[in-house]
């Protein structure tokens, strides 16, 4: 990824999903990085949390359990905390989550992967368990 990469939340999104479908988490984080450095201050824990979670994608395909564990369940209360902002403010211009992001889904999806891994361990995942959804 060009270190200044410039792009809008829903291309981004849609770029990010490809990578995390073809088992390059580490690049959709590079995606996420960009357009939380480059986006409206307000959303900047939305794209941090994400890219978080690609991060803790990247640990688990590379058989970290302990970082995969943190990195998942760091981002997935971030995007937790946007969504819970978001919801409750009707005078904010975070009152929706954007580029059609599920970060409920998401927020589940990674507290769910982190509770098997820190159960279980990575051995009986498969790579598809590490394909989380971004759009509903």
């Known amino acids: 990824m060009p270190d200044d990469l410039r792009t809008e939340p829903a291309a981004a999104v849609l770029l990010a999903q490809r990578l995390i479908d073809e088992g390059r988490p580490f690049h959709a984080h590079e995606v996420f990085e960009a357009v939380w450095k480059s986006g409206p201050q307000y959303q900047r824990d939305l794209w941090q949390g994400l890219a978080q979670i690609a991060v803790g994608l990247t640990h688990a395909r590379r ?3 302990r970082g995969a564990v943190s990195l998942l ?3 997935s209360a971030a995007v937790d905390g946007y969504r819970a902002r978001a919801d409750d403010s009707a005078d904010e211009p975070a009152g929706a ?5 599920d970060a409920a889904g998401i927020v589940a999806a ?4 982190a509770d098997q891994i820190d159960a279980d361990g990575l051995a009986p995942l498969t790579d598809a368990d590490f394909r989380l959804r971004l759009t509903q």
């Open 97 to 101: 989550v954007p580029a059609d992001i």
């Open 110 to 113: 990674a507290r769910h992967l």
């Open 73 to 75: 369940r760091r981002g």
């Open 63 to 65: 058989g970290n359990s």
